[in-house]
C-alpha cells in the first residue's frame, strides 16, 4: 500500500490529468462501469464527512474521508483494488479535491458553455477559486477574467497570483458583482455564502453558470429566478443534488422541478444535450462527488509507477498485501 502526500500530489498530478480523469468517470459511470454514493455527515465540535465511490471500469474502489473545524479542514483518500479490495493507496486530499473540484467544473464547460466563450466571470476568490480558472481556462478560449471578492484587496491579490500562469488571459477584479457578471459568456460561483451571490438580471442569455459552492442545504449562490430561467439543469450526482444542493433545493418553492435536472454523465454520454441552442441559459450544480476523487487517485497511482514518488506503507504482508 502507497502513502502519497500533498507534495507528491502536486508533483504528480496537472489540471489536464484532471480534466482527462474526471470526464473518463462520468463516461464509465454513464456506462455503469461507475457508482457514486452521497456525502455522509456526522460530528460534534469538528465534523466528519466521508464519501465512497465504486469504478470497476478503472479496477478501484475507494473513499474520500475529511474533517472540519475551527481549525480548518483535513482530507484524506483511500484506494483498494475493486476485484480482490487489496488496499493500494491512502493520499493527502487537499490538493487532489481541488484539482478534481475544477475539473468537474471544466469538464461541464466543455459540454454546456458556447465553445466561443471568452469572458468568465469568478466569484469568490478562495483557494478553489485557482482550479476552478484554470480548468474553464484550459476547455474554452477565455480571454477576460472578472474576479469579485467580498473581502476589498482579495480579488487583485488572487489576479497577481495567478496572472503568470495565464499569460493569455486577462484578469481583472471586479468593484461589483453585477460587474463581473454582466455580459459574461461563463459565471462560475465558488462561495460558502447562505444568500444568494448572482444578480439575476445581470445574466445574459447564452450564459454557462457553474455554481460550485452550494454542497450544502443551508447554502445558497443562486436566486431561485436564476435556476427557473435555466434552460437545462445538470448536477455531477443526482441522489447527492437532492440532499445538499441548496441552489435547487431553496428553488423548490418557486415551482422548480427535478424532472428537469440531468447527471453530468449522461451529458459526457451524450444522452442529453448539454446545450442545444446559443441563447440558452444553462446550470451546472456541482456538489463534489467521491467518484471524482477515486478517479483521479486512480490517475495518480498509475503516474506514481516506476516514479520514485509515493512511500510503501509497512505492515503484515497478510493484511496489506
Known amino acids: 500500500m502507497k502513502f502519497f502526500t500533498e507534495a507528491d500530489v502536486e508533483r504528480l498530478l496537472t489540471m489536464n490529468d484532471a480534466l ?29 464527512q466521508v464519501m465512497p465511490a465504486a469504478i470497476p471500469g ?58 466561443e466563450s471568452r469572458v468568465l ?25 472578472r474576479v469579485f471578492c467580498r473581502t476589498p484587496g482579495r480579488a487583485e491579490a488572487f489576479g497577481t497570483r ?10 481583472v477584479a471586479a468593484a461589483t458583482v453585477h460587474q463581473a457578471v454582466e455580459g459574461a459568456d461563463v459565471v462560475v460561483t465558488v462561495t460558502n455564502s447562505k444568500e444568494p451571490v448572482v444578480p439575476d438580471e445581470a445574466v445574459a442569455p447564452g450564459t454557462c453558470i457553474c455554481a460550485a459552492g452550494s454542497n450544502h442545504a ?6 431561485a429566478a436564476t435556476v427557473l430561467g435555466a434552460h437545462r439543469v445538470v448536477v455531477d450526482d ?11 433545493l431553496g428553488a423548490e418553492s418557486a415551482g422548480f422541478s427535478w424532472d428537469k435536472v440531468v447527471e453530468l454523465a449522461d451529458v459526457v454520454a451524450a444522452r442529453y444535450p448539454g446545450r442545444e441552442r446559443p441563447d440558452e441559459i444553462t446550470l451546472f450544480e456541482s456538489q463534489g462527488v467521491a467518484l471524482e476523487d477515486v478517479a483521479l487517485g486512480a490517475r495518480l497511482l498509475k503516474k506514481a ?10 505492515g503484515d504482508p497478510g493484511l496489506w498485501g
Do not use: H, W
Open 20 to 48: 482527462e480523469a474526471v470526464q473518463e468517470a462520468f463516461a464509465l459511470k454513464a456506462a455503469g462501469q461507475a457508482q457514486n454514493r452521497p456525502r455522509q455527515r456526522a460530528g460534534g465540535g469538528a465534523l466528519l
Open 218 to 223: 443551508a447554502r445558497r449562490e443562486l436566486a
Open 162 to 171: 495567478m496572472q503568470p500562469s495565464l499569460p493569455g488571459v486577462r484578469l
Open 58 to 115: 478503472l479496477g478501484v474502489m475507494g473513499f474520500k474521508a475529511y474533517t472540519s473545524s475551527r481549525e480548518g479542514a483535513r482530507f484524506m483518500v483511500f484506494l483498494f483494488d475493486s476485484e480482490s479490495g487489496k488496499p493500494l493507496a491512502a493520499i493527502q486530499g487537499n490538493r487532489l479535491g481541488q484539482l478534481r473540484t475544477g475539473a468537474a467544473t471544466g469538464v461541464a464547460c466543455r459540454f454546456m458553455a458556447r465553445p
Open 238 to 248: 443526482l441522489a447527492q443534488a437532492r440532499l445538499e444542493c441548496g441552489d435547487l
Open 305 to 314: 509507477e516506476g516514479s520514485g514518488i509515493g512511500r510503501t506503507l509497512p
Open 121 to 145: 466571470a469568478l466569484v469568490g476568490c478562495g483557494y478553489q477559486a485557482e482550479t476552478q480558472l484554470a480548468a474553464v481556462a484550459s476547455v474554452l478560449p477565455i480571454e477576460e477574467a
